[in-house]
């Protein structure tokens, strides 16, 4: 469906929106409050909605949007709820600025651009919900600092994918650097920390077993033969 | 002073410890000779190994202690180790490293440094490290360890002259513990837990507990709970939490790290050029990439066992069908210079069929114990053996086992004996047990002559589907058993335990420590095992004479009456006439004497078949087959199980089980089978 809105009509829709969401009935001097315009621009603007099919306006009566016009309304109000978003929650302008140019953003950014963004946002929304990413308090800290944190774990906290792995999910020829074992394994923690697995050691898979497990590494100079239950257990970053 | 006191006071307590491939056992021979005395420590399975020699006017006194890793008590033989060290006198102990792997190997040297233990440094395998041209400073080395320390290299003995003066110079050596630095918030915990340890009354030194406690090493836990020191216990663990929400860190790791960092330091101080870890592993590597390769690994592990297999149990059967057949003949010729000699019948049997036939069993198994062990000690000493566990593992695991069973379960075809015997080198305790218990089940090469009597006469056309159907029940039971004993018998419960095993750089084994290996296996046979075995056969002798009117093994005897007596026990399982249960009895003492029993029983090969079938029907035929197959270990099996375990409890639950499990599976073949037929 091409509605062809030009930006100023998209905003004056995504102001209808808003206004309608604020208050039980929509009046043109409502709707020129939130546009910031006279009210001979709202009923000029009111009128090719009106012939677009979107709205329906009596004279002297409400704005009441026709079905059509709700959904092209709710869409961009999706759309800049998304671009201000990103822009306050993710970079962290300020509420003013991020309104301000989400208006400009997402008229001029072409579609794509704008579907991976809000794509981004809502990745971003959900890894910070779950917890299963850092990046947000991280970005924080790296605006805050300049620095990349070095990230401190919780036991059974989550670890950041791309850098830390279980030992077991190692490929063949792979290294890594321990950088930890886990607790609650009772005594092979210790065996294996006492066999030179301490963090820091770096460590190479050097043959998985014909039947796909165990696996055989080397540390410190000799070859240690593991199953991926234990090798699981190490926790390396990847070299 | 007396003569006594002076040879007293030279005598030296020395005790070699050392990692697993380390070459202790290569020094340990090299000192004392190989002539040890091979024993149990107290109360466990582990082999104890004692050995003596001269040197100048001293006597040393040599113990090698297990390969361990650590003093942390992990597994039993750490335990020992560090036991023997705290709570023996000793004068020196050797820990003897592998100096082309230092890093590892250091660790156990510092623990002990660590426990303020006499200790002198023997950096093995120095040829080696000569071939790389990396030098080691060991002057400079002494001084920071404050150990004296030595170079040898036993495969060429080298350096064991200097190692012996070591010894002699460090006897008497005052010494303290070596003290290592934690870093300032975990030597305020050390000194807390210090503080609540003082006054106690205990062979470790105090700096040494408090970090054992702060690492929560469970043994010593237990021993300074003992102690009444409860409190220090709870001191350390608050001490513990504290650091670690703290600063974060965890306080196992964090001390065994800082000790790694103590001789990495050392290392970079005393040696020149590190060989870098890709350099120094290359052959080894290349022999792994064949012998481990994805596709080749499994078929070169099948053929070296087949091969293995083959040799033994041709070969070795060659040289027992000798024996056999010279103790046969030996017998026999007793019988006949008896008789003309006029010795009582009795008297004669007693030394025919009772002395003689004893001292053969026990002698009959001895030609494949030895070639076997040939074979095994030189796969082992090369480095093969760790590789075939790392091959097998995944397939030994899904029953419950580990990698390192899966020998003795194919061994256990040829005979269960040497298959228990080679469980040995299973390190878990748990793991070995259950291994050697479900051994039994195998069906071993001496069942066969059974199985080939009773299939060669009620299953003419099938001969060769019936004794598969036997052979995969035995593996059958000994997979399921190995499952319920893991799931009912407390000591055996559990996951299967962690694999964290080295695999050793390959080495050119040595005939001297091949053959010494080999010659120790034969000898502890023929003494406990034997003892066992021959008893057994005089048992059943005694058993098949008496009363003495009666003719040998003939219905009124002994063991006629025995056999009348549970004769009914086996109509269910469709065999119930004296015979089948003396054939049993003495099947006791090797499998294959069933078939003898029932010649003798039945009045001769001749009309042993025509008895045969009045006898059995196939369906009872084949229930007996599976009793002969799952019925008690043999008197041999019995021994070596009850040599292995050390323990009568183990050897007598399983000697039951299999007997009940024999019996209900040749029951139920026979119910269902009369349902069916």
């Given at each position: ?5 030009s ?9 209808i929106f ?6 039980k009935?929509?009046?043109?001097k ?10 001979p ?10 012939e677009?099919?979107?709205?329906s306006?009596?004279r002297?009566?409400?704005?009441t ?5 709700l959904n092209?309304a709710?869409?961009?109000y999706?759309r ?7 822009l ?7 509420e003013?600025?991020?309104?301000k ?5 997402e008229?001029?950014?072409?579609a794509s ?5 809000t794509?981004f946002?809502e990745?971003?929304e ?8 850092r990046?947000p308090?991280q970005?924080?800290y790296?605006?805050?600092t300049?620095?990349f944190p ?5 036991e ?5 994918k791309t850098?830390?792995?279980?030992l077991?999910?190692l ?8 950088v ?17 697995a ?10 998985v077993?014909?039947l796909?497990?165990?696996?055989d590494?080397?540390i410190?100079?000799?070859?240690l ?9 190490i926790?390396v970053?990847?070299? | 002073m007396t003569?006594a006191l002076?040879?007293k ?13 380390a ?6 021979n ?5 002539r ?9 399975t582990v082999e104890?190994?004692e050995?003596?020699?001269k040197?100048?006017e001293?006597e040393f006194l ?5 390969g361990?890793y ?7 033989d750490?335990?020992?180790?560090r036991?023997?060290v705290?709570?023996?006198k000793?004068d ?13 190997n250091l ?7 660590e426990?303020g233990v006499?200790?002198?440094l023997d ?11 990396v030098?080691?400073?060991?002057k400079?080395?002494?001084?920071l360890?404050?150990t004296p320390v ?8 080298a350096?064991?002259?200097?190692l012996?003066?070591?010894i ?11 003290r290592?630095?934690?870093g300032?918030?975990i030597?305020?915990?050390i ?6 340890l003082s ?13 054992k406690?702060l690492?929560?090493?469970?043994e ?5 709970r003992?102690l ?13 939490s504290?650091?670690?929400?703290g ?17 990495e330091?050392?290392?970079r101080q005393?040696?020149r050029r590190?060989?870098?870890?890709e ?5 080894s590597?290349k ?11 499994i ?8 091969t ?9 059967g ?8 010279f ?5 026999e ?11 009582p019948?009795?008297l004669s ?9 004893g001292?053969?069993a ?5 030609p ?8 095994l000690s030189f ?5 093969y053996?760790s590789?075939?566990?790392?091959v097998?593992d995944?397939?030994?695991?899904a029953i ?7 020998i003795?379960m ?9 298959a228990?015997?080679?469980?040995r ?8 047990l ?11 090469s ?5 199985y080939?009597m009773f299939?060669g006469i ?9 004794l598969?159907?036997?052979y995969?029940l ?13 799931s009912t018998i407390?000591k ?5 335990s962690p694999l964290?095993m ?16 080999t010659?120790?296996?034969g000898?502890?046979f ?7 075995i ?11 004479t008496f009363?003495m009117s ?9 063991i006629?009456l ?9 109509r269910p399982?469709g ?5 089948a249960?003396?054939a049993?009895l ?15 029983l039945?009045g001769?090969?001749?009309?042993l078949s025509?008895s045969?079938?009045?006898y ?13 197959l ?13 040599r292995?375990?050390n ?8 000697t039951?089980?299999?007997?009940v ?5 040749a ?7 009369s349902?069916?037929?």
């Amino acid at each position: 469906m091409e509605y062809a809105l030009s930006e100023s009509l998209e905003d004056y829709l995504l102001g209808i929106f808003v206004v309608s969401k604020q208050n039980k009935v929509v009046r043109l001097k409502d709707i020129a409050k939130e546009r910031q315009v006279k009210l001979p621009s709202v009923v000029n603007a009111l009128k090719e909605l009106v012939e677009k099919g979107l709205i329906s306006h009596e004279r002297y009566s409400y704005v009441t949007f026709t079905d059509k016009g709700l959904n092209e309304a709710k869409r961009l109000y999706d759309r800049h709820k998304t671009v201000f978003k990103f822009l306050y929650e993710i970079l962290g302008v300020t509420e003013f600025i991020a309104e301000k140019d989400a208006h400009r953003m997402e008229h001029d950014l072409t579609a794509s651009t704008l579907d991976l963004l809000t794509k981004f946002t809502e990745f971003m929304e959900m890894s910070s919900k779950i917890g299963e990413s850092r990046f947000p308090e991280q970005f924080k800290y790296f605006m805050e600092t300049g620095k990349f944190p070095e990230i401190k774990y919780e036991e059974g906290g989550v670890m950041e994918k791309t850098k830390e792995k279980p030992l077991s999910e190692l490929k063949r020829g792979e290294s890594g650097k321990i950088v930890r074992i886990k607790k609650g394994i009772g005594a092979l923690k210790g065996k294996l920390l006492t066999m030179g697995a301490v963090p820091g050691t770096v460590v190479k898979v050097k043959k998985v077993a014909p039947l796909g497990d165990p696996i055989d590494i080397l540390i410190l100079g000799y070859h240690l033969s593991l199953r991926k239950e234990e090798a699981e257990k190490i926790i390396v970053q990847e070299i | 002073m007396t003569n006594a006191l002076i040879t007293k006071g030279k005598t030296i307590n020395v005790a070699l410890a050392g990692n697993p491939n380390a070459g202790k056992s290569t020094i340990f021979n090299a000192l004392t000779g190989g002539r040890a005395h091979v024993g149990n420590w107290p109360g466990v399975t582990v082999e104890k190994k004692e050995g003596r020699f001269k040197y100048k006017e001293y006597e040393f006194l040599v113990t090698d202690l297990p390969g361990t890793y650590s003093l942390t008590a992990y597994s039993i033989d750490e335990r020992i180790a560090r036991d023997y060290v705290t709570k023996e006198k000793l004068d020196v102990v050797v820990s003897v490293t592998d100096s082309t792997n230092l890093e590892r190997n250091l660790y156990l040297l510092v623990s002990f440094l660590e426990l303020g233990v006499n200790s002198v440094l023997d950096l093995n395998m120095a040829d080696i490290l000569e071939q790389r041209k990396v030098r080691v400073n060991t002057k400079k080395m002494e001084e920071l360890l404050g150990t004296p320390v030595v170079m040898t290299s036993a495969t060429k003995k080298a350096g064991l002259n200097e190692l012996k003066e070591m010894i002699i110079r460090s006897k008497d050596r005052k010494i303290q513990p070596l003290r290592i630095d934690y870093g300032k918030e975990i030597e305020e915990a050390i000194k807390k837990v210090k503080e609540s340890l003082s006054s106690i009354n205990s062979p470790y030194p105090v700096r040494f507990l408090s970090i054992k406690l702060l690492e929560g090493d469970i043994e010593i836990i237990k021993e300074v709970r003992g102690l009444g020191y409860e409190r220090s216990v709870e001191v350390a663990m608050h001490e513990g939490s504290r650091l670690e929400i703290g600063f974060g860190y965890d306080l196992e790791t964090e001390i065994i790290e800082r000790r790694y960092g103590f001789i990495e330091s050392i290392i970079r101080q005393c040696v020149r050029r590190v060989p870098t870890i890709e350099e120094k592993l290359t052959v080894s590597d290349k022999i792994d990439g064949i012998v481990t390769n994805k596709w080749l690994g499994i078929p070169i592990f099948a053929f070296l066992l087949w091969t293995t297999f083959q040799l033994t149990f041709t070969v070795g059967g060659i040289f027992a069908d000798f024996i056999d057949t010279f103790f046969g003949w030996l017998a026999e010729s007793s019988a006949i210079w008896f008789a003309s000699i006029g010795v009582p019948g009795w008297l004669s049997s007693l030394v025919g069929d009772g002395i003689i036939s004893g001292v053969g069993a026990v002698f009959v198994f001895l030609p494949t114990i030895l070639i076997l062990f040939a074979f095994l000690s030189f796969l082992e000493d090369v480095g093969y053996m760790s590789r075939a566990a790392f091959v097998m593992d995944k397939a030994m695991h899904a029953i419950g086992l580990p990698g390192k069973s899966f020998i003795p379960m194919i061994l256990g075809f040829g005979c269960n004996v040497p298959a228990i015997m080679s469980a040995r080198t299973i390190s878990s305790e748990k793991d070995r047990l259950l291994t050697i218990l479900i051994n039994p089940f195998i069906s071993c090469s001496a069942r066969l002559p059974v199985y080939v009597m009773f299939t060669g006469i009620f299953f003419k056309s099938n001969q060769g589907v019936v004794l598969f159907t036997l052979y995969m029940l035995g593996i059958a039971v000994a997979v399921l058993s190995a499952k319920l004993f893991k799931s009912t018998i407390p000591k055996l419960k559990g996951p299967v335990s962690p694999l964290v095993m080295e695999l050793p750089p390959y080495r050119i084994p040595t005939l001297k420590g091949v053959s010494i290996h080999t010659w120790e296996r034969g000898r502890e046979f023929l003494k406990k095992a034997g003892t066992i075995i021959f008893a057994g056969v005089i048992l059943i002798w005694l058993l098949a004479t008496f009363p003495m009117s009666s003719e040998y093994a003939s219905e009124t005897t002994l063991i006629g009456l025995i056999g009348k007596f549970f004769a009914p026990l086996f109509r269910p399982a469709g065999f119930p006439f004296w015979q089948a249960a003396v054939a049993l009895l003495f099947g006791i003492i090797a499998k294959e004497i069933v078939v003898g029993t029932f010649g003798t029983l039945f009045g001769g090969e001749g009309a042993l078949s025509a008895s045969l079938l009045k006898y059995f029907t196939p369906l009872s035929a084949y229930s007996f087959m599976v009793m002969s197959l799952l019925y008690i270990p043999c008197i041999a099996a019995i021994g070596v199980i009850y040599r292995e375990t050390n323990s009568w409890k183990w050897t007598t639950f399983i000697t039951a089980y299999s007997l009940v499990i024999g019996w209900v599976m040749a029951t139920v073949v026979y119910q269902v089978g009369s349902l069916l037929i």
